[in-house]
């Protein structure tokens, strides 16, 4: 998965399931994560970005609290395939 896709779509889950920043930094810590509450913060508005590594701690943070809240929506991770909305190319000219 492209490094700004899947921080724009970690960032969308953080938000939409509003989950806490400062818990979300505990847990990345204790997974390995190296960058700083602040660099978590940056990263999850968009405004920074993370080395592969870390992207991936997060993303298991957040994933572990989506499921402990028993949310759907899980943030991906750096290997994560992106899902095509539509299996074939569309004719632009179509009416389907």
Same mark, same amino acid.
């Given at each position: 998965?492209?490094?700004?896709?899947?921080?724009?779509?970690?960032?969308?889950?953080?938000?939409?399931?509003?989950?806490?920043?400062?818990?979300?930094?505990?847990?990345?810590?204790?997974?390995?994560?190296?960058?700083?509450?602040?660099?978590?913060?940056?990263?999850?508005?968009?405004?920074?970005?993370? *080395?592969?590594?870390?992207?991936?701690?997060?993303?298991?943070?957040? @994933?572990?609290?989506?499921?402990?809240? @028993?949310?759907?929506?899980?943030? *991906?991770?750096?290997?994560? *395939?992106?899902?095509?909305?539509?299996?074939?190319?569309?004719? *632009?000219?179509?009416?389907?």
């Amino acid at each position: 998965m492209d490094e700004l896709d899947q921080q724009a779509l970690t960032g969308a889950v953080i938000k939409r399931h509003s989950l806490d920043l400062a818990e979300l930094w505990l847990d990345y810590v204790a997974l390995g994560g190296e960058a700083s509450e602040q660099e978590i913060r940056d990263y999850s508005s968009g405004a920074e970005t993370l *080395p592969e590594k870390d992207r991936d701690a997060l993303a298991q943070a957040v @994933n572990e609290h989506c499921v402990a809240a @028993n949310l759907a929506v899980r943030a *991906p991770f750096s290997d994560s *395939p992106l899902i095509r909305l539509h299996a074939e190319p569309q004719d *632009p000219y179509s009416s389907k």
